[in-house]
C-alpha cells in the first residue's frame, strides 16, 4: 500500500483544549503540514487574523467546517440559514480553503417530512452555489451515517450526494468521510463515480462497543474501519489530497492536544 497522502489535522479534534491559535502553532510545532477550522473556533479568532497565522505558519488549509444546516421550520430560518452560508463562502475564500465541507441539515424541529427537508437541503445548495462559483469555493457536500438522518444530516449516502451534485454541476463535490461510508455496501461503485470531485478525505474508527454514536470516534486503527482500503479506494478515483483526521471523541478531548496530535501523526503513517 503506497503511503497516505500529507496529514492534515481537523481542528475539532483538539476543540476542548485549544482555540485556533493554538491549532496553528500545534501543527507547525509537530509538522503537522494541513488544517481544517472549524467556524466557531475561526470566529474567535478572526477571520483574518486566523487566514495570516495559518500562512504564516506555512499550512494548507484542506476545508472549512460547516456550511450547510439549511432545513428549518419556518421561511425565516431558511433564510437566515442561506445568509449563514454566504458567510461561510466569504470566510473559506478568505482562508484559500480547498472545499467547504457541507453538513446540510436534519429534520427540522416537529417535522417528519423527510422529503421536503431534503427538498430544503436541495434548493439552498442551488440559491448559494452562483457565489460559492463566483468566490472560487468549492461544495464539498459530505453525506452522513444514517443514525444522524434525524438531526444531523438528510444527506445520508455518497449516492445521494453525487446526485445532488450531477444536478448542481460545477463548483460542488463530496467530502468522504471513513467513519460516515464504511458501511455502504455500494460505496466502491459510488467513490469510482466520485471521480475526481472527491474534494476531502476525513479519516478517524469505528470503535466497538461505541458509547455515542457522534461523539466516541476512535483514532485510526482502534476500531473496526479499514481505512487503507477506503484511502486506496479514493486515490485510484483521482483524490491526491491531505488525510484528514477528524475525531469527534469526548475520550480524546480529554487528553493532553500535544500528545493527541503525537498520536495521529503516528496513526497517519501507519493506520491510514
Known sequence: MPKPGPLSLNTVTVRDRWDLAQCIEGC?????????PWRDKLAEMGVQRAARRIREAGLSVTGLCRGGMFTAADKAGRRAAIDDNR??????????????????????????????????????????????RAAGVALALEPLHPM???????LASLAQALDLCDELGEGTGVAVDVY?????????????????????????????PTSDL??????????????????????AAGYKGFVEVELLSRRWWAEDPDEVLRIVKERHATAC
Open 214 to 235: 457522534v461523539f466516541d470516534r476512535g483514532m485510526p486503527g482502534d476500531g473496526v474501519i479499514d481505512i487503507p482500503r477506503l484511502r486506496a479506494m479514493v486515490e
Open 148 to 154: 444522524t438522518c434525524a438531526d444531523r444530516s438528510v
Open 87 to 132: 458567510r461561510a463562502i466569504e470566510e473559506a475564500h478568505i482562508l484559500g480553503t480547498a472545499c467547504l465541507v457541507m453538513v446540510c441539515g436534519g429534520l427540522p424541529p416537529g417535522s417528519k417530512d423527510l422529503p421536503g427537508a431534503r427538498e430544503m437541503v436541495r434548493d439552498g445548495l442551488h440559491e448559494i452555489l452562483p457565489e460559492a
Open 180 to 208: 460516515h461510508v464504511w458501511w455502504d455496501p455500494d460505496v466502491a461503485r459510488q467513490i469510482a463515480r466520485a471521480g475526481r470531485r472527491i474534494l476531502a478525505f476525513h479519516a478517524c474508527d469505528w470503535l466497538v
Open 28 to 36: 507547525a510545532r509537530h509538522g503537522i503540514p494541513g488544517i481544517s
